[in-house]
């Protein structure tokens, strides 16, 4: 880290210590005594602690989300007017996040424990500052599934939608140490492998038929 330049040290040691004590415990004093640097240099990279957070989300997410449109981008076009197959847009979905995982190994791991406390904090305006990184490729796979699925409600849609981005966010964190349900033991499982299951998974259940209601659930 001494050789890095004083933006990169601050976004770096500000991304270990907003993981591992949270947004709110963790001061820009504690940020720059790590990175040494000063607070000058917080206000002119990045203007504020809130500025910090979403810069240090958007050099995860970024390309991340580029790469999805890119892959969305040439499955609409190789389908046409034709419902675009809906694995295909899973694995478009999924695969550039665990590639990035396995590419930045346990600073992904790192990001992926920061990303889960944003998700656990009860300060929307935190929450937003990460769910705003995924505006476009939200609108973009949304409509990309409802078409893919036209005997699903949009209501539907979205709720799969969620579903998958929760079993992806949980593998991406806890692949190294998979808990066995029957055996309880732990396991590491490669992204590839973890990928290729989920992919799997998931379709299963984004092309599931809509199950009738129970007369307990219309009450």
Not at 177 to 206: D, Q
């Amino acid at each position: 880290m001494p050789n890095a330049d004083t933006k990169t040290r601050i976004m770096d040691v500000g991304e270990t210590l907003f993981a591992e004590r949270g947004y709110e415990a963790t001061s820009l004093r504690d940020i720059t005594g790590k990175a040494g640097a000063n607070l000058a240099a917080v206000n002119y990279h990045f203007q504020s602690k809130e500025g910090l957070l979403s810069a240090i989300f958007q050099r995860h997410v970024g390309p991340v989300n580029r790469e999805r449109l890119l892959v969305l981008d040439a499955i609409e076009a190789r389908a046409s007017k034709r419902p675009p197959n809906v694995e295909k847009l899973i694995r478009a979905f999924l695969a550039p996040a665990f590639a990035r995982r396995r590419e930045r190994g346990a600073d992904g791991a790192r990001f992926m424990q920061l990303a889960g406390r944003m998700h656990s904090e009860t300060n929307e305006r935190l929450r937003s500052l990460l769910l705003d990184q995924f505006e476009e490729v939200a609108k973009r796979f949304g409509k990309a599934f409802s078409r893919a699925l036209p005997h699903l409600a949009r209501d539907e849609v979205s709720l799969r939608v969620h579903f998958l981005i929760g079993a992806m966010a949980h593998t991406l964190l806890w692949s190294d140490t998979m808990l066995g349900f029957e055996s309880r033991k732990r396991r590491n499982v490669e992204p590839e492998e973890a990928l290729e299951s989920l992919v799997r998974f998931t379709a299963a259940g984004m092309t599931a038929p809509v199950a009738p209601r129970s007369e307990e659930g219309r009450r």
